[in-house]
């Protein structure tokens, strides 16, 4: 599964860190996400798809 956020569309509300925090994070000085992964790793895809479904400002999107 490819990863690919949007930076600008990013609100920081850091859904996509909780979810799966093997692929994302977020900047220490204003939250915005950070891809850690942008294939996703083993055993992380439902947390990944998680992230996606959860995210407020839909920045995370998915391809098989």
């Not at 490819?2 to 692929?23: L, M």
């Not at 220490?28 to 850690?36: A, W, Y």
């Amino acid at each position: 599964m490819q990863i690919s956020i949007d930076e600008d569309r990013c609100v920081a509300a850091g859904q996509c860190a909780a979810s799966a925090p093997e692929v994302f994070d977020q900047r220490d000085e204003d939250g915005i996400v950070v891809l850690l992964a942008s294939v996703a790793p083993q055993g992380s895809e439902d947390g990944v798809r998680s992230a996606a479904a959860l995210c407020p400002a839909q920045a995370i999107h998915l391809r098989a």
